[in-house]
């Protein structure tokens, strides 16, 4: 098994080694954006999420150019930073965890189970209409994303995992979890640009009610020139470290992207 230990810091591709690799690379990069976390010897950078299936990525990669262009044009006003595209866009779970070796398989062997046992054959999942804006917790990083519409099977997936990750003692999803996929990231400092630290009330497209928190998330920036795509989900898949493993859902009658 390839695992490594690793300190974790945005979505982009690192130029040092022993980082984690982003979920669908096929450059080594790190999966969740703006998390910083030390490096512990025999700890392994864990999360699960769901890969945008082949049938999306044409329209996504419209939808990226968009994004990138909104983001240089909201940086230049405020300074200039860095710009960059998430090379490969996912939906994120569970947030980023450290796990010790000897947990790995359990947890592996414990959520293919859990997955089982739920059920959950393989859906569709859409993307809305706008792009939104997302940071991290120390607003260092901003990102270009796009919500996804209200998915009934992909919030009971979550559940699943994140019951899982939470019985091993793995940081889970984030409270009001707003599924999004983030194609663009940045570095200059946008908040006040965006309307300083207002959140508006909203329903996230996870069906968990209200949004909360503060001034990381700004809805609705820009409407999407084009049309939003959709994709048949058919995994979970977990990364530890450089390994990625794909837990299968059950297959359905004519599943085709």
Known sequence: AEYATESEE??????????????????????????????????????AYVGVGSSARSSLEAIQGQALRLLRGL????????????????????????????F????LKTLGERVAQSSQSSFWCHLGDSIDIYANEDRSRYFAGVALLPCTELSDLSRVVDAVYTEFG????????????????????????????????????????????????????EAI???APGWLVRSVDV????KVTHIALAATAGDSD
Not at 77 to 102: A, F, N, Q, T, W
């Open 104 to 107: 790995i398989q359990p947890l």
């Open 170 to 221: 793995l940081p889970g999803a984030h409270e009001g979890q707003r599924f999004h996929v983030s194609v663009a990231s940045c570095t200059a400092p946008l908040r006040d640009m965006l309307g300083g630290d207002r959140v508006p009330v909203a329903t996230g497209p996870g069906g968990d009610g209200q949004l909360r928190g503060s001034g990381t998330f700004w809805p609705e920036v």
């Open 75 to 102: 940086a230049a006003r405020c300074g200039g930073g860095k710009v960059e595209p998430i090379l490969d866009p996912h939906v994120s779970l569970v947030r980023l965890g450290m796990l010790r070796y000897h």
């Open 239 to 242: 990364q530890v470290g450089k």
């Open 225 to 227: 020139h084009g049309e």
């Open 10 to 47: 945005s979505e982009e591709p690192p130029a040092k080694k022993r980082r984690l690799p982003n979920p669908l690379a096929r450059e080594p990069g790190p999966a969740q954006p703006g998390r910083q976390i030390g490096h512990v010897e025999g700890n392994f950078a864990t999360y």
